[in-house]
């Protein structure tokens, strides 16, 4: 699967989370995320573990992308686990790759179109928001950052405040 996405950090958490809600008419999702990150010399390997709304699930997420700012082309893979492979698989994962790190998160999740709206608060980061513009597979890479361009806009998010770099990497750099 293939997504365009745009991330960066957010100076007011409530005034952007009322735009997306604006923009999209509907009340969003609330997540609980903790992700585990694995060493991994192809792109990036996670285990999330989530909680939607009271309802608790768990993948398994393979993906790849550029560090650089504004729009990117990400490609991804999602395996959706029970609880019995979730923790047999954490233990393997951790023994055979290392643990690179863990990051812990709120996210509030709007859906528009074709669009995932993340408004996210990072344990030990702060506030961020991230847009994936969800690829059909007539679309271009160009389609995908029109779209990402254009909601970065109707949500008032300045072309400074983008980031190229994902959680994972801002909380090690802190270390």
Same mark, same amino acid.
């Given at each position: @699967?293939?997504?365009?996405?745009? $991330? /960066?950090?957010?100076?007011?958490?409530t005034k952007?989370?009322?735009l997306a809600?604006k923009?999209?008419g509907e =009340?969003? /999702?609330?997540?609980?995320?903790?992700?585990?990150f694995?060493?991994?010399?192809?792109?990036r390997?996670?285990?999330r573990? !989530?909680?939607?709304?009271?309802?608790?699930?768990?993948?398994?997420?393979?993906?790849?992308?550029?560090?650089q700012s504004?729009? $990117?082309?990400?490609e991804?893979?999602k395996?959706?686990l029970d609880e019995a492979?979730l923790e047999?698989? $954490?233990?393997?994962?951790?023994?055979?790759?290392?643990?690179?790190?863990?990051?812990k998160?709120?996210?509030?999740l709007f859906?528009?179109?074709?669009?995932r709206?993340?408004?996210?608060?990072?344990?030990g980061l702060? &506030? !961020? @928001?991230?847009?994936?513009?969800?690829?059909?597979?007539?679309?271009?890479?160009?389609d995908? &950052?029109?779209?990402a $361009?254009?909601i970065?806009k109707?949500? =008032?998010?300045?072309?400074e405040?983008l980031?190229?770099? /994902?959680?994972m990497? @801002?909380?090690? /750099?802190?270390k």
């Open positions: @699967m293939r997504n365009v996405e745009i $991330k /960066a950090r957010v100076h007011d958490r952007i989370v009322n809600q923009l999209v =009340e969003p /999702a609330e997540l609980l995320q903790h992700d585990i694995y060493n991994s010399p192809n792109g390997l996670k285990m573990s !989530f909680t939607v709304n009271g309802v608790k699930k768990s993948e398994l997420i393979w993906y790849n992308r550029p560090d504004g729009p $990117k082309l990400s991804y893979n395996t959706e492979t047999s698989l $954490k233990i393997s994962l951790a023994l055979s790759m290392g643990i690179k790190g863990e990051v998160k709120s996210r509030t859906i528009y179109e074709q669009t709206i993340h408004i996210d608060t990072v344990e702060g &506030d !961020f @928001m991230e847009l994936e513009v969800v690829l059909n597979e007539n679309q271009t890479v160009e995908g &950052d029109k779209t $361009k254009h970065q109707l949500l =008032e998010v300045s072309d405040d980031l190229t770099v /994902a959680y990497d @801002m909380l090690n /750099a802190r």
